[in-house]
């Protein structure tokens, strides 16, 4: 086939739970995709991870086909899960709502640099470190 | 903004509130894919991020102070109002009917458009998806015309790289005896054995998880691929041609044409005709072995 894209995106999405609505219907609708064709493969490919956030990267041909790749579940929610939160403290800066080891930042680190364009494996972790801290989230050690 | 920049913006948001959110990279025209799957993200990255204008106003300023904190810089933000709409249908605004003109006019229909064929019309059913093949592109209207110029009925065809099935579709719906239909994809495997059974065609056309088969030899190919494929399958290609069967290949911007003339020239190949739409070209050969 004579592929050529015209567009990479990354949605931020509900794993087995896409729907028409924003993102998904204006994100794509505006570069003319069939949105109801990604809902169906996207809801299908995730529906064994119910209750993750699963964000996925749509390559856009020039003939308006589509493929698309499931990413690894936002840096945020990562650091969430590891200390243990709900949510984000709601005044970074002034408060802290938990914390994490050099360790879990290393882990996150692994499984989120298949994604980040990071060069090697310490500023991935400076990458998450700093998005910890903007959570109000402390790294210990 | 940067792509791990972007993946930071979006964590932040999400942190105060947004749950809505998409990052798009930029790309300055059209890319060739080296290869499906190969990532094409660009460095120049924009955040998108859904909301009701009621929760715009109350959400700007965090909003701004998680970004300004992880960008080192004041971002850059554009707000733009949009309209509440069905967007399940938003992208029918983009595919309108496809009709390829000539002695055997051919119309390819999308779901949503009614359309009364006219007598001597070929409709082609194609609901666009998972794979190349939507009838929008001219590499396709390319090959969707010669192929109604060359069919003549009652040949084996072998659609190589099928995509979405629409030009077996087509060989069928002109009167091939039978079709074979080869994708690496497997989606477009899938999509192309649907789009056979859309069009009643099921019967006549074979769809298999393959390349160029070895073993067996046709009428008439297609290849919709592109300048380094066809170079790369011109030997196999030509072998999978019985003495003066007709190659029809497309894909290939007016740049790269004489150097995949000259790959097929090299396996024994005659070109017959060259076809312009644009920028692009296809071109229609015949295997020299008499």
């Known amino acids: 086939m004579a592929k050529r894209v015209r567009a990479v995106l990354t949605l931020q999405l509900e794993a087995g739970k896409a729907s028409p609505a924003p993102p998904v219907g204006p994100a794509l609708g505006q570069h003319g995709v069939g949105i109801m064709e990604f809902v169906k493969s996207y809801n299908e490919r995730t529906a064994s991870s119910a209750g993750e956030l699963i964000p996925a990267q749509i390559t856009i041909y020039e003939d308006r086909s589509f493929s698309f790749e499931l990413r690894t579940p936002p840096a945020s929610n990562l650091i969430r899960r590891a200390a243990g939160l709900e949510k984000g403290a709601s005044e970074p800066r002034r408060e802290v709502a938990g914390s994490i080891t050099s360790d879990q930042v290393r882990t996150i680190a692994e499984q989120k640099m298949q994604d980040l364009n990071a060069n090697d494996i310490e500023a991935a972790m400076q990458m998450v470190a700093g998005t910890a801290r903007s959570m109000g989230v402390e790294v210990e050690g | ?290």
Request: hydrophobic content about 45%.
């Open chain 2, 1 to 290: 903004m940067s792509s791990d920049q972007a993946e930071l913006a979006v964590a932040a948001w999400e942190l105060a509130g947004v749950r809505h959110s998409s990052i798009e990279y930029g790309l300055d025209e059209p890319r060739e894919e080296p290869w499906p799957g190969h990532d094409q993200r660009s460095d120049r990255a924009e955040v998108a991020a859904y909301l009701k204008a009621e929760q715009w106003a109350e959400m700007e300023s965090p909003l701004r102070a998680a970004l300004g904190e992880l960008l080192d810089a004041e971002p850059e933000i554009a707000v733009r109002g949009m309209p509440e709409r069905d967007w399940r249908t938003a992208w029918h605004d983009h595919f309108n009917l496809v009709r390829i003109p000539g002695a055997r006019p051919i119309v390819v229909r999308p779901p949503h458009i009614a359309y009364d064929p006219k007598r001597g019309e070929v409709v082609i059913d194609l609901v666009p998806g998972l794979a190349f093949g939507t009838g929008q592109h001219q590499s396709t209207r390319l090959c969707l015309r010669l192929l109604a110029s060359v069919i003549e009925g009652g040949e084996r065809v072998l659609d190589v790289g099928t995509g979405s099935g629409i030009l077996a579709v087509a060989a069928a719906a002109l009167g091939a005896a039978s079709v074979t239909a080869t994708d690496v994809d497997p989606i477009a495997v899938d999509a192309a054995r649907e789009t056979a059974r859309q069009n009643q065609a099921a019967d006549r056309i074979e769809v298999r998880e393959d390349s160029v088969p070895a073993t067996e030899q046709f009428d008439l190919i297609t290849a919709n691929l592109t300048a380094d494929l066809l170079q790369y399958l011109a030997g196999d290609l030509a072998a999978a041609l019985r003495p003066s069967g007709r190659l029809i290949v497309s894909g290939l911007i007016e740049t790269r044409l004489s150097e995949v003339q000259g790959s097929l020239e090299g396996v024994g190949l005659e070109l017959l005709a060259v076809e312009r739409e644009d920028e692009w070209r296809a071109m229609l050969l015949r295997s020299s072995v008499r």
